[in-house]
């Protein structure tokens, strides 16, 4: 998947520190981010190849193994500009670009971009916000709130009745493919319900013996996915939600489609599936 990327080792931890020369900064533009691209392969600028970035003030996002990642500050009054031989493009590509672990660091970086962008000012007085010192967080020098960045739990749920799979395919969108049920949590709620009630909505079907199987970042939507199978319980006829989706059939597992990449839980969910080795 696409925060799997051993034997490199993502680092979280926050440090309130300055870039130097061969640090890597991630410069976005509205929900663009520049790169190079050379056949599928991302390159994002070193600090030292910038230019003009006196008074510019940079905020560390995150390393992988000792690579350390920055981005422009969104408070910044002055523009940072892309070095010549970077170009803007659209974000979506990190779905499909290597090396992984940069595909993953741009996604990741362009999730905090967003949500720095969102808490420019604080929610609860409107003055404009500062940043912690000493954890990745925004601080309101006025009131003293302080915010994390905004993460949504959501389950992906792989429902299955004997040798049949519930797939469904969205409504909308530029998605087409296969999917499964999927859902964010509601206040209060549990994930275990998510899944109950996810399902019920979209689909008219209850469910049993639920199964977490694993879980996932993905930063395309700030979310945390928790992947669950479980079984069909009592009448098996399907009731589509068409606000949400386009179709919802029992696919037979000799018809579930191939692994068509190695991203997604949702991917991975189905392949499994096909392979006889859900969780029962």
């Not at 992988?64 to 590509?93: S, W």
């Not at 595909?103 to 007085?125: E, M, V």
């Not at 489609?257 to 997604?264: E, R, T, V």
Request: hydrophobic share 35%; net charge negative.
């Amino acid at each position: 998947m696409l925060h799997e990327i051993s034997p490199k080792v993502y680092h979280v931890e926050y440090h309130d520190v300055t870039p130097e020369p061969n640090d890597t900064v991630i410069i976005f533009e509205g929900g663009a981010v520049y790169y190079r691209d050379d056949a599928g392969v991302v390159t994002f600028p070193k600090f030292g190849e910038l230019t003009n970035t006196e008074g510019v003030k940079f905020r560390y996002l995150f390393a992988i193994d000792d690579e350390r990642f920055f981005m422009p500050d969104v408070h910044n009054t002055l523009p940072c500009n892309a070095p010549e031989g970077y170009a803007k493009q659209d974000g979506g590509v990190f779905r499909i670009a290597n090396p992984r672990h940069l595909a993953f660091a741009g996604i990741t970086a362009q999730q905090l971009n967003q949500w720095y962008n969102s808490r420019r000012y604080c929610g609860r007085c409107g003055a404009e916000n500062g940043h912690s010192d000493t954890e990745r967080a925004t601080q309101c020098p006025k009131c003293g709130l302080i915010e994390y960045p905004k993460i949504s739990p959501v389950v992906i749920v792989a429902v299955h009745n004997g040798d049949d799979l519930l797939v469904t395919r969205y409504a909308g969108g530029p998605y087409s493919r296969y999917a499964l049920v999927a859902g964010f949590a509601e206040i209060g709620e549990s994930l275990e319900d998510t899944v109950r009630r996810e399902v019920l909505e979209e689909t008219g079907i209850h469910v049993k013996n639920l199964k977490y199987y694993k879980s996932q970042p993905w930063g395309f939507s700030s979310s945390l996915l928790s992947g669950f199978f479980c079984e069909l319980d009592g009448d098996p006829t399907i009731t589509v939600d068409t606000s949400e989706l386009s179709e919802a059939i029992w696919l037979p597992r000799a018809e579930v489609p191939p692994l068509d990449n190695s991203i997604a839980l949702t991917a991975e969910m189905m392949d499994v599936f096909r392979q006889g080795k859900e969780l029962r």
